[in-house]
């Protein structure tokens, strides 16, 4: 499969115009089976994922009737249907999850699981392929009527990206083969005249459509994706639901103008980031210069204006989404757990365009802290709205009525290690540090890399590269945002100045077996501002340690959260603690605020702060133990306290 | 003069009932004229205003136009009116202003002048006692027709202060003859049927009709004033405008609902302000419980949520008014010089009624801070609009369109000493602590107590005072509100544990001749916070020393002023300066925040402030030298900085 995506994109580049100044690299990634991961920290996220969160969602897929819609469908029951209208997406996410985990850690017991799922899917497809349960139960003979609200194309989207995944993981085509014609329906319906124009409400299915196009080699799929692309903005929904398009406001839908003169991130924040992940996909492939563009101008004012400190996107739940720049609220911050996944989606897909490390910055960012706290440290339970500050009545779940978060972690979690390398010209790119072990092809050699590390504990990695044959190559190493002084030493030799290009050492030499590269990323503790245009934060100050972005816990502290502060000089020393896998700890000198009587004053005299240690822990670690309030941003300056 | 107003006063006082806890206690004012000022406080800031700011205030009047008004309305031309409908007011109350200065500053050449503009308004008076130039020379025939906008009323009130204060100054009947023709006009128009029903749609009329009732022994002016008040909020403007009541809203002129059913400030600032006086003085006289609850419950409204530190009100330029409780922003704050001047006569009005010494702690908190902001150092420019912080932009103007600010300063300031004594049953109450020596009657006999202070520069007051015959009496002296620690000396022996009544030392004893009472003040820098509810304060500190407010002005900076900050254990020194008459200059020990370059980025390592002094002067002080950015509340923390 790799060698067929990979002359599908040695083709394409040859067309590739250079955008700006950026030319586009165009990476392949190292698919994640070909990454395994020996640490303590994603194994054991694995191994929680593989034995808890997987099962959990399979079980409430059963309880919640994601399965028995299925079952309906299949005996043309056209009554009974349950849940929302994208019921099965969270079926084939949850798929999706199992295999990405199958392939790593294979499970008997699990596979038969999938397959009987997988059948019961395949039973409910029609003969000409079309699939969803929701049309055929509950609403037959109205199929792509509303493509803006009900979700088809985008449970399709999901399904083939699963059966993507059941087929790399299992060399399995039960599943892909249900894909397979289920696209071809798609593609039948939808495209240039004498076919009808459409896109779908929800974006997802157009990078499904690539993979699925890398995967089995037909263009077709791709072809399918860039008309999805490319036609959107065209106002079809506006058509489709009879509203004069001067009426018709399709911002949400990111409908509201042609794909190529978006020049901000807008919306609905998932939508958003899964069609600039398609988009970031066809473009690649066509090198189409107008969408290069477009995906520049929304990536900068993405993460320049729209991101939170924690990875994730979209800061309002009224419409799960946008809504002004630099408007990036904490106790109501939304950032759904999708949203954090679909956001590091796009970034490695930018990533691997431009191989430039402010993309896996961000892929980094949101994986460590925005996407890691979806789920609880026991894998049953779930956020799907990741506020940066709670009172203490905010926690995670079993399951919701919508589902969409659960399994899309799971299958992140279960898929990390495909966010980590990426091959180009002679060259093996490491976008994120996880110990363990990487093989992969590279100009037709093979490479083999060694990885040892505590990261995100600590910043000492140790590379043991392998080409084979032995001889002249690249390895990049990504330079995380975050760092600095970061050093490097081959064969015990410190590297005075090492060549650096877009944010990564380049280490080029003759390799021999045996050598040894190390690479220390120094991990003090950090006091993060935000952009001053960040109402929501100023006066506050975040601590961030390595690529973690930290919290503190109302169970961790002597004082009050609302009470407590962080001077600018406040001294701050951590602890390896034994909880969580060795979570690092973080103990600062804070300050507690006085709590005043204020009764019918108006002014009075301040009351000095008293000293209180401040315990900060990971974000993503927060609400696994005792209920209670939660900030991420803490003011730097003592905050008035009412009695 | 003293004696009749006792008189009536005493007969008032019979038919009082108690109010709520605070047994009214009705003291009498020691008028300015028996406080003779040594300090080198106000005695400079009179002299100054002596030379300079009447001088020039009757100069502008010239050549504003507001003399000429009188001229053309003696020779009953009917055009040619200049300038706004209340011109004339501004007239009348230069003319208090210098009366008051006269009345301790003898002045021969100011006398000739006052003379001769007292002649000029004389001229103007109708046969039937009218006089208003504006609807003389402009809108003949339409006298007393639009109550609302029009400031007859107003107009005819300061003519009524201004004439008070020039007989009680010089003793000449020649413009309180002019006063009591237009009371006594205003008399036969307004009152019980068949009089008129109407009030002033700018209160002020009824404190003036009060002081020349008191002054003439004249009851009908007291019973015309209680009138204008009692039937105030009968939406007489809404008849009056055609306006059916229920489309009415009558706020902006307290004429929304009954005056006795005030809850809280509202409307025009100065208009509120003027129109409490004047209920004060008639709930004082008449016991009326209704008014007198009405005045407690407004009175901590304005206290407790709509008072600015420096003593001013009406946050807002949209009304010259209130807004909502607690809506005191800094750098739009309009703070009227008339409002904080209006506020204090009520303030002292309240002081008089109950003795108790929050009323005196408000009338201090304005003199020192936001009136004498409103005048140069020189005497000859003036501020209308009070803000408590200044981008650099907001300058003391030679003379205003609407030129209310500058001689309502001017008067208070040359009747300052009017501010500082009272007289109850035996007791003589010491409100203000000005250098200098008082002499009244109390009782049937004799009290002159001679202050020697360097107030309020520090805190150390000594009180010499001699009992004519010696006997049994009781000095009240106020412990200000700001003030922790007072100490009290009697003939150098400390008293231990002194009896405090309403927020007054009561030193009560058989007083021999030569007795010396010291009061100590400890004026240590307070940091001051203000109440959570107020938005615009959080997370700021003001510096308070005594009774005078202060702030950061650029020149007196290391670094740009918004950079700076003023951490909690921030050191803190006083230096006596040698400028502006020894003023007290604090330094603190502050910080200056860095200037981080943003240019895209949304986080970025917070880089620690740096030490920066930080110079505060008393907010008085303030545009008097280089012109440059102000602020009176410092953040505690450092401020994120662009660059």
Redesign the interface.
């Known amino acids: 499969m790799r060698l067929k995506l990979a002359a599908i994109l040695t083709a394409a580049s040859m067309a590739v115009a250079a955008f700006g100044s950026d030319q586009p690299l165009k990476l392949q990634a190292v698919p994640f089976t070909a990454v395994r991961i020996t640490d303590s920290f994603w194994s054991s996220r694995q191994e929680t994922n593989r034995i808890a969160s997987i099962p959990v969602s399979l079980d409430n897929l059963e309880k919640a009737g994601n399965l028995s819609n299925f079952r309906l469908a299949a005996r043309h029951v056209t009554n009974g249907f349950t849940g929302p209208v994208f019921m099965d997406s969270d079926v084939y996410k949850a798929i999706e999850a199992a295999s990405f985990s199958l392939a790593t850690h294979p499970d008997a017991q699990l596979e038969a699981r999938l397959d009987s799922i997988i059948s019961l899917v395949a039973g409910a497809q029609q003969p000409d392929g079309y699939l969803d349960t929701y049309f055929l139960v509950k609403e037959p003979g109205r199929r792509w009527t509303n493509l803006r609200d009900c979700h088809e194309l985008y449970c399709a989207g999901h399904l083939i990206e699963a059966a993507v995944a059941h087929f790399q993981a299992t060399g399995k085509r039960n599943f892909l083969d249900v894909a397979v014609k289920l696209a071809g329906h798609v593609n039948s319906v939808f495209g240039p005249e004498p076919k009808r124009l459409g896109y779908p409400g929800h974006p997802e299915i157009e990078l499904a459509l690539v993979k699925l196009s890398r995967v089995t080699g037909d263009p077709r799929y791709f072809e399918l994706a860039k008309f999805f692309v490319e036609n959107r903005g065209r106002h079809y929904f506006a058509t489709e639901h009879r509203t004069p398009p001067e009426k018709y406001d399709g911002s949400y839908w990111l409908d509201d103008v042609p794909i190529f003169d978006h020049e901000k991130i807008k919306g609905h924040a998932v939508r958003a980031a899964y069609l600039m992940s398609g988009a970031t996909d066809v473009a690649g492939q066509t090198g189409d210069e107008r969408l290069l563009a477009m995906l520049d101008r929304v990536w900068?004012n993405t993460?320049?204006?729209n991101?939170y400190?924690t990875g994730g996107i979209g800061p309002s739940a009224h419409n799960e989404g946008f809504t002004v720049d630099y408007d990036l609220p904490n106790l109501t911050a939304y950032q759904e757990t999708c949203a954090t996944v679909a956001l590091a989606q796009w970034a490695s897909r930018m990533s691997l365009l431009y191989g430039d490390a402010q993309y896996a910055d961000v892929v980094e960012r949101g994986l460590y802290n925005g996407m890691l706290a979806g789920v609880s440290h026991d894998g049953q339970k779930f956020f799907y709205v990741n506020p940066l500050e709670s009172a203490g009545h905010h926690h995670r779940q079993e399951w919701f009525g919508c589902a969409c978060c659960p399994p899309n972690a799971a299958r992140t979690i279960a898929a990390v290690g495909g966010y980590a390398y990426a091959v180009g010209p002679n060259s093996l790119w490491v976008n994120l540090y996880i110990q363990g072990r990487v093989k992969t092809p590279l100009d037709g050699q093979q490479v083999c890399l060694d990885v040892e590390s505590d990261y995100p504990w600590d910043g000492k990695v140790t590379l043991k590269p392998t080409f084979d044959p032995p001889g002249r190559h690249e390895l990049r190493l990504r330079v995380p945002g975050w760092c600095?002084g970061a050093a490097l030493s081959i064969n015990g030799q410190s590297v005075a100045a090492p060549r650096v290009e877009r944010g990564y050492f380049v280490v080029s030499r003759d390799w021999k077996k045996g050598d040894v590269v190390k690479l220390n990323l120094p991990m003090p503790v950090?006091?993060?501002?935000?952009?001053?245009n960040?109402v929501a934060d100023?006066?506050l100050?975040?601590l961030q340690r390595g690529p973690l972005v930290y919290c503190i816990e109302q169970c961790d502290q002597t004082a009050a959260v609302a009470s407590l502060?962080l001077?600018?000089?406040a001294s701050v020393k951590v602890e390896k603690s034994k909880w969580f896998g060795g979570t690092v700890v973080v103990h600062a000198s804070g300050?507690q605020s006085a709590q005043?009587d204020?009764k019918?004053?108006?002014?009075?005299?301040?009351t000095?702060?008293a000293r209180a240690e401040i315990t900060a822990v990971p974000y993503f670690v927060w609400d696994n133990r005792q209920a209670g309030a939660m900030k991420v941003w803490l003011?730097?300056?003592?905050?008035?306290?009412?009695k």
Do not use: H
Request: hydrophobic share 35%; proline share 16%; charged share 30%.
């Open positions: 900068r993460t320049e204006k991101l400190i600095d950090r006091r993060v501002s935000a952009n001053p960040v100023r006066g100050v975040a502060s001077p600018p000089d300050r005043l204020w019918d004053a108006l002014y009075q005299s301040e000095p702060p003011p730097v300056a003592p905050v008035a306290q009412k």
